[in-house]
């Protein structure tokens, strides 16, 4: 028997078994080993950029073209290209939600945990289990698992803020669940320091208070270390015409501009380098394990408003850093 014979044999040998496992609910772990157990993180996501200079006229037309009330959340999703909403990265999900004067989205609940980051208006409102809690520029108000919330707006112009969630989270554990309240308005009354509303003006303030050329603090709930077990928030400042230094670890990141401009080279876990070009109220991805580094423009310092999954990686001691760096 020559080899070529023998090889062709064995390899249809091999074939004649693999073409019969599907009917078994079998598969060969050793065709797909290398693929599967990875020597480094693997995220599904794709660095992605997006510019809310094109995002905003769709929003307005959003606003024309359906009522805060019929949409029950009117809100353009950012899905990364690489996947499907509600990606935005693998693990967090983001979302631009408008809210026109007098326009109601009425009061549900969700065991999915939200936040919000305000991007322009005022005299909008989210009101949470009760406590009507007015949001300005800037302002991040959480909305934690299972209360009643229901956003509104008394001023002029639109109100749109950059919604956060953990909604990814529950298509690998399915046990989400939600509900509309049975009126519009779940009951309130308006509240001036709430808890789970935290003013730009105190972030800034203590980003500002260091002579380091970059900084980072993070949003605590109560007496928490996060805002939540899953979700988490942070800022950063990137002194202008500075470079931050550079950061790899185990978060999925989604940063968003609240001031600055300026660029991010971000090295992804497969080694490919993608450089995004920022400016105010922009927003992007940053998927798991890549090496970040933020330079802003000489005009001004730059500032982030950042989600992660950095609580829930920490909760599964899954949270890792690249020390070589
Ligand atoms: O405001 O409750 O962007 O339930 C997606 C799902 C916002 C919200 C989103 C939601 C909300």
């Not at 979302?95 to 945990?113: D, W």
């Not at 050329?213 to 800022?235: I, K, N, P, R």
């Amino acid at each position: 028997m020559s080899t070529t014979t023998s090889l062709t044999e064995t390899k249809s040998k091999h074939q004649q078994l693999l073409d019969k496992l599907p009917e078994h609910n079998v598969d060969s772990l050793w065709t797909s080993m290398h693929a599967m157990v990875t020597t480094k993180p693997s995220p599904k996501a794709d660095v992605a950029l997006w510019k809310y200079k094109e995002l905003r006229p769709l929003l307005l037309e959003a606003g024309n073209a359906v009522s805060a009330e019929e949409a029950e959340r009117r809100v353009l999703m950012l899905t990364n290209p690489a996947l499907k909403p509600p990606f935005t990265t693998d693990t967090v999900y983001a979302g631009l939600q408008l809210i026109n004067k007098g326009e109601i989205a009425p009061a549900h609940r969700h065991r999915s945990f939200a936040l919000r980051f305000i991007i322009e208006g005022s005299r909008g409102f989210t009101a949470v289990e009760g406590e009507k809690i007015y949001m300005s520029e800037g302002d991040v108000i959480l909305t934690p698992k299972w209360k009643w919330h229901d956003h509104g707006h008394e001023g002029d112009g639109p109100m749109i803020w950059l919604d956060g969630l953990d909604l990814p989270l529950y298509h690998c554990l399915p046990t989400h669940f939600a509900e509309p309240y049975s009126s519009n308005r779940y009951p309130r009354s308006p509240v001036k320091d709430s808890p789970l509303c935290f003013p730009w003006k105190d972030m800034k303030m203590s980003l500002d208070d260091t002579t380091e050329d970059w900084s980072m603090q993070t949003y605590h709930h109560a007496d928490q270390e996060y805002v939540s077990g899953t979700l988490g928030a942070h800022a950063e400042r990137v002194k202008a015409g500075i470079q931050s230094p550079p950061r790899r670890d185990t978060c999925a990141y989604i940063y968003h501009v609240q001031s600055g401009s300026g660029k991010s080279e971000i090295t992804k876990a497969n080694g490919e380098v993608k450089t995004v070009v920022w400016e105010k109220s922009d927003t992007f991805a940053v998927p798991a394990w890549s090496l970040i580094v933020h330079t802003a423009d000489e005009i001004s310092d730059a500032y982030f408003f950042v989600l992660s999954d950095r609580p829930l990686l920490e909760n599964l001691q899954m949270y890792a850093k690249d020390q070589t760096l």
